[in-house]
């Protein structure tokens, strides 16, 4: 009997083994396919990050080695459009894991009626942005929009929203919110679900107030998949281009100009392809080193 | 005791309705103001409740632009990069989750990091020279890097949780490699195929930038259209509305109609275009 186990298992481990040149052969078109619509791309700007490109010129594109990253140096909107971006990011990542973390919590209680409500709840990040976008900016509307006059029924006066340099940035963030909070939500109920229950029985029984039993429980365990949420959310939110292109296509003036709309006009508006492909180099680096650096915080965390 | 349960259920009752209100007032909103006439959109202050009931903005929306046409755009876009991501993207889920060859899942992190806009100007410059601009080839094939990363992301997991075991049965039995995932795996793995599948149409369908970039005036999908129109006709409200309800309803009720999977599946991968 044991010796039928033991080659039982060993032809197995084989059997599995030895597949692996089908197994190649499943992975190669997909990997062909994503090398050459990422890796080709980023080749390409790399190279084109130190040339000068222009359209329609004939011959190859002269090579200025670094002269790009410099005029990018020196560019003011481009300076103003990094604090922007991050500012944009920061409310745009703690919103959504605020509000997030809290309807998981709620969702994760049995109610009448939850499967429902929670799918409901995770429309607005499947809904197409174009449209979420046409219908804030009417809300925001300064006089006939439904937003001001909300806020004057509880006594607030009329704010002037995405049309104002210094409120465009918190009311965009503030649609990004909206739109990505079930998206936290999501990822934590689903953490949520995959603990055990014991300690909470536990805590109860030993006379751990509902307060006690989340803050010293429920979040700790959970804290992983919300740092998961949290770094997704800000590589999310540093990329953020629909919303605020239709809203404000970077305005009033440059105020909501961030990264991504910087980029966009450069490349298509006044096809300086050299000069984007430097900010692609940049803003690439800086979306790695971000990630990167939050993933080692979550390593970091989740050994606690 | 009762009424001191009582009032906490009222509590939680009261803070899942303040919860769910902003999305549920949104919707509401975008419905009313496509139903409205122009008096009741147009009015100081807001009308909540309607006062009549009219469609003259969707019969408007028909008659000023060619949306069939663009639908038509955003079907086939939508569909063509989505079998593309299912046909390359579920055999290497698999090929993935069985050699246990993680770095290309590595990959898949990557392209899920850089940001769209870096790769559409090698592309836009690409497809200009090959003369592909302005097809429906360029718009589908820039729309996998939506939807093939997605796909192999979930079918990985979901092939993962096949157990090897009941395929070793298939082997045994003389079936090849590859005819034991045709036969065991796949049909197990069905729901994974569906969900990813919705997700990849959904995000497809959703996307602005490359079709913005990458298509001409008669290649627009539906988002690109209706941000056009939008330039022009910055207070003309009603149609507007009813333009934005009826290219986003198709993903509502998609949404609506598989939503357990769909919540399973976006909560295992966190994984989006």
């Known amino acids: ?304 | 005791m009762t009424a001191r349960r009582l009032a906490r259920r009222l509590a939680f009752g009261g803070f899942v309705a303040l919860l769910m209100a902003p999305t549920v007032f949104f919707f509401y909103w975008m419905l009313s103001l496509s139903l409205k006439t122009d008096v009741d959109n147009l009015s100081n202050p807001p009308v909540l409740v309607p006062h009549a009931l009219t469609l003259k903005n969707y019969v408007y929306v028909f008659q000023s632009s060619p949306l069939p046409r663009y639908a038509v755009n955003s079907v086939v876009v939508g569909v063509g990069s989505t079998a593309l991501a299912l046909l390359l993207g579920v055999p290497a889920g698999y090929g993935i989750a069985r050699s246990r060859r993680y770095g290309m899942a590595l990959l898949i992190l990557v392209a899920r990091i850089t940001p769209a806009l870096s790769f559409l100007i090698p592309w836009f410059l690409l497809f200009q020279q090959l003369g592909l601009s302005n097809t429906y080839h360029a718009l589908i094939v820039s729309h996998l890097i939506i939807g093939l990363p997605l796909v192999i992301w979930i079918m990985m997991g979901f092939f993962e949780g096949v157990h090897p075991d009941l395929e070793d049965a298939a082997l045994i039995d003389g079936c090849s490699r590859f005819g034991s995932f045709l036969r065991v795996a796949l049909p197990l793995t069905r729901p994974g195929i569906v969900v990813s599948g919705i997700l990849a149409f959904i995000f497809s369908w959703n996307n602005l930038i490359f079709a913005v970039v990458l298509a001409g005036p008669k290649l627009q999908t539906l988002p690109v259209a209706v941000f056009n129109v939008m330039s022009f006709e910055q207070i003309n409200w009603g149609p507007l509305a009813a333009a934005a309800l009826m290219i986003t309803a198709p993903v509502l009720l998609l949404t609506l109609a598989v939503q357990r999977h769909i919540v399973a599946s976006l909560a295992a991968g966190g994984l989006k275009g």
């Open chain 1, 1 to 304: 009997m044991a010796v039928d186990a033991q080659v039982m298992a060993r032809s197995r481990r084989s059997r599995r083994g030895r597949g692996h040149h089908v197994y190649t052969l499943m992975i190669l078109p997909a990997a062909v396919t994503i090398l050459l619509i990422i890796a080709f791309p980023l080749a390409y700007t790399l190279w084109m990050a130190v040339h000068e490109y222009s359209m329609g010129a004939s011959g190859p594109p002269p090579f200025v080695g670094l002269a790009n990253y410099r005029q990018l140096l020196s560019n003011e909107r481009f300076l103003e459009a990094i604090p922007r971006t991050f500012l944009f990011t920061l409310i745009g990542v703690l919103g959504p894991t605020i509000l997030g973390t809290t309807a998981a919590l709620v969702f994760a209680r049995p109610f009448p009626g939850r499967g429902f409500l929670r799918t409901v709840f995770s429309l607005p990040m499947m809904a197409t942005p174009v449209s979420i976008a046409l219908i804030w900016q009417m809300m925001f509307h300064p006089q006939l929009g439904i937003l001001n006059y909300l806020l004057s029924l509880i006594g607030i006066g009329p704010q002037p929203w995405i049309f104002s340099r210094t409120s465009v940035l918190p009311s965009l963030a503030m649609v990004e919110t909206w739109q990505w909070t079930p998206f936290v939500m999501l990822i934590v109920l689903g953490g949520l679900a995959a603990l055990p229950t014991e300690p909470y029985e536990a805590a109860r029984i030993d006379g751990a107030s509902r307060w006690q039993v989340l803050r010293y429980i429920a979040l700790p365990l959970v804290w992983p998949y919300i740092m998961v949420a949290i770094i997704l959310r800000a590589i999310d939110a540093l990329k953020t281009f629909d919303i605020i292109y239709v809203m404000t296509q970077g305005g009033p003036g440059t105020a909501s100009e961030t990264l991504n709309i910087y980029l966009y006009l450069q490349a298509f508006a006044f096809y300086n392809i050299g000069l984007a492909s430097a900010v692609v180099v940049v803003y690439f680096l800086l979306l790695m080193v971000m990630s990167v650096g939050l993933l080692i915080t979550r390593q970091k965390t989740s050994w606690q």
